[in-house]
């Protein structure tokens, strides 16, 4: 079974700077695309970051120059460096992977827990 496992949020103030980490368990037998989401209260979902498996990236506006999105060596990891935080980076950031868990499956999307990470100002 095909799992999403993040850590790294936490409480951080304003400036500061925090690594949420995310790895695929379960060995799939082969990962696309990884993003990053967040979903700050009374909010909808949006996208924070992707890379692709050529390691190709995008960053929304509000977090480009501040977050750095990368892959492990492995290929299943994805990091996402967040620095010069804001109070408006408060979310429950989330992993998202496009993967095949077999040879024979077709591309699903595949998301992880979620982390809190709490900017104070």
């Known amino acids: 079974q095909v799992q999403l496992v993040e850590s790294g949020g936490g409480l951080v103030q304003a400036g500061g700077s925090l690594r949420l980490s995310c790895a695929a368990s379960?060995?799939?037998?082969?990962?696309?695309?990884m993003a990053w989401y967040r979903q700050a209260p009374g909010k909808q979902r949006e996208l924070v970051s992707t890379?692709?498996?050529?390691?190709?990236?995008n960053y929304a506006d509000s977090v480009k120059g501040r977050f750095t999105i990368a892959r492990g060596n492995a290929k299943n990891t994805v990091y996402l460096q967040m620095n010069s935080l804001k109070p408006e980076d408060t979310a429950v950031y989330y992993c998202?992977?496009?993967?095949?868990?077999?040879?024979?499956?077709?591309?699903?999307?595949?998301w992880g827990q979620g982390t809190q990470v709490t900017v104070s100002s």
């Open positions: 998202n992977a496009r993967l095949r868990v077999y040879w024979y499956d077709s591309w699903r999307d595949y």
């Open positions: 379960g060995s799939p037998f082969n990962i696309n695309a």
């Open positions: 890379i692709t498996s050529s390691d190709n990236t």
